[in-house]
């Protein structure tokens, strides 16, 4: 399996700090990776595919960018609707697994 | 725009088997456009995939649950299920069935999900 690891675990951020969330995969998966936000009691919603194309009525606020088995999620300015959990996942092979999630909490 | 929806007993016994229903809307199980997948997450926990089924009739099963795990299709309701036998407290969770696109190779659509308790 490949294992999917993100850091920090959790954060705190205020409204309007820019935010990285950091993927690492433990074999390289080329850009096979994409990102998901999760809010509680809802299912994860698809954000950036591919590492870096943003899904269709995402904010442009997100961004994605990596390959191989590095990875960095950034929200440039981050807004009171963005606190929640994110996962990275990849879809390089036929396992597809995610990371163990990154909780953004209000400072 | 699909939309996803999965129904199912809420609760389930240790050793018997479980059985969710995914029902779809705006899209065709019939389409080769996705795979049709099932996802949990166990409480406070991340993600696991369990498994999909394509409209040729394919399926693929996470190897950790797949001597358990059959997923179907009954196409004329436009629906696909999760079976799990010899369930264990371990399987309870939320689970979510979703659509993988095959052109993002991203789960694009997501039911609500629906919280599956083992408990005698």
């Known amino acids: 399996d490949i294992q999917m690891t993100q850091s920090p675990s959790s954060l705190s951020a205020s409204v309007g700090d820019r935010v990285t969330i950091t993927c690492r995969a433990s074999?390289?998966?080329?850009?096979?990776l994409n990102w998901y936000q999760q809010k509680p009691g809802k299912a994860p919603k698809l954000l950036i595919y591919?590492?870096?194309s943003l899904q269709s009525g995402v904010p442009s606020r997100f961004s994605g960018r990596g390959s191989g088995t590095d990875f960095t999620l950034t929200i440039s300015s981050l807004q009171p609707e963005d606190f929640a959990t994110y996962y990275c996942q990849q879809s390089f092979s036929t396992l597809w697994t995610f990371g163990q999630g990154t909780r953004v909490e209000i400072k | 725009q699909v939309q996803l929806q999965e129904s199912g007993p809420g609760l389930v016994k240790p050793s018997q088997t479980l059985s969710l229903t995914c029902t779809v809307s705006?899209?065709?199980?019939?389409?080769?456009?996705?795979?049709w997948t099932w996802i949990r997450q166990h409480p406070g926990k991340g993600l696991e995939w369990i498994g999909h089924f394509y409209y040729t009739g394919s399926t693929y099963y996470n190897p950790s649950l797949q001597s358990r795990v059959t997923i179907s299709a009954d196409t004329s309701k436009n629906q696909f299920s999760l079976k799990l036998s010899a369930v264990t407290a371990a399987d309870t969770a939320v689970y979510y069935c979703?659509?993988?696109?095959?052109?993002?190779?991203?789960?694009?659509?997501w039911g609500p999900g629906t919280l599956l308790t083992v408990s005698s």
């Open positions: 074999q390289s998966i080329s850009t096979y």
């Open positions: 979703a659509s993988r696109n095959l052109g993002t190779d991203s789960f694009d659509y």
């Open positions: 591919a590492s870096s």
């Open positions: 705006g899209g065709s199980i019939s389409s080769g456009a996705y795979y």
